[in-house]
T-cell receptor, first 118, second 113 residues
Framework: AQKITQTQPGMFVQEKEAVTLDCTYDTSDQSYGLFWYKQPSSGEMIFLIYQGSYDEQNATEGRYSLNFQKARKSANLVISASQLGDSAMYFCAMREVYSGGGADGLTFGKGTHLIIQP | GAVVSQHPSRVICKSGTSVKIECRSLDFQATTMFWYRQFPKQSLMLMATSNEGSKATYEQGVEKDKFLINHASLTLSTLTVTSAHPEDSSFYIC?????????FGAGSRLTVL
């Protein structure tokens, strides 16, 4: 079974500062994918970044980067130069990846409510 | 990019009625779609995996007869909440995975009176 742990229920950050959202995971799978999603108050799930378990380099997407430490089973999200529009719920998620290209549904953490203050 | 459309976005119904929610992949084919449920201030929980042309796979604790899933084509999956009760009120959201990442629909907020 897979498990995602997000230990920060809420965070307040000053605008323009960098912020790190913690995520640790537990799985017995050898091949898996890690995801971060942003969920604003509207409810939509916005994909931010993806890291495959066999990717040697940390993923980056614009202001988002994923600090992947496989031995520690952590996949923290780093947002650089935070903006007021970054205020939202952030979810870490994972799933097993199959060699044939198929995949299971996602297992989500409980989320972190990030509030950016001006 | 891949787009998943979900309809309706909001629905209010009386207790005992059935409600159907549609999930469509607009620009790709999806042999597999996923249905999640999110209660207020909680995380998303996978309910079931919808498979085109075959039966859905339900997660432990999800009632198959309560949440009927039909995936009749490569672009459409439907979730029917049968005989809905107030405890079924929740945010239901679907996703599909054209490649690697999962793309989510905008979600459907169900309120059962």
């Amino acid at each position: 079974a897979q498990k995602i742990t997000q230990t920060q229920p809420g965070m307040f950050v000053q605008e323009k500062e960098a912020v790190t959202l913690d995520c640790t995971y537990d799985t017995s799978d050898q091949s898996y994918g890690l995801f971060w999603y942003k969920q604003p108050s509207s409810g939509e799930m916005i994909f931010l970044i993806y890291q495959g378990s066999y990717d040697e380099q940390n993923a980056t997407e614009g202001r988002y980067s994923l600090n992947f430490q496989k031995a520690r089973k952590s996949a923290n999200l780093v947002i650089s130069a935070s903006q007021l529009g970054d205020s939202a719920m952030y979810f870490c998620a994972m799933r097993e990846v199959y060699s044939g290209g198929g995949a299971d549904g996602l297992t989500f953490g409980k989320g972190t409510h990030l509030i950016i203050q001006p | 990019g891949a787009v998943v459309s979900q309809h309706p976005s909001r629905v209010i119904c009386k207790s005992g009625t059935s409600v159907k929610i549609e999930c469509r992949s607009l620009d790709f084919q999806a042999t597999t779609m996923f249905w999640y449920r999110q209660f207020p201030k909680q995380s998303l929980m996978l309910m079931a995996t919808s498979n085109e042309g075959s039966k859905a796979t339900y997660e432990q604790g999800v009632e198959k007869d309560k949440f009927l899933i039909n995936h009749a084509s490569l672009t459409l999956s439907t979730l029917t909440v049968t005989s809905a009760h107030p405890e079924d009120s929740s945010f239901y959201i679907c996703s599909a995975s054209p490649w690697g990442q999962q793309t989510f629909g905008a979600g459907s907020r169900l309120t059962v009176l």
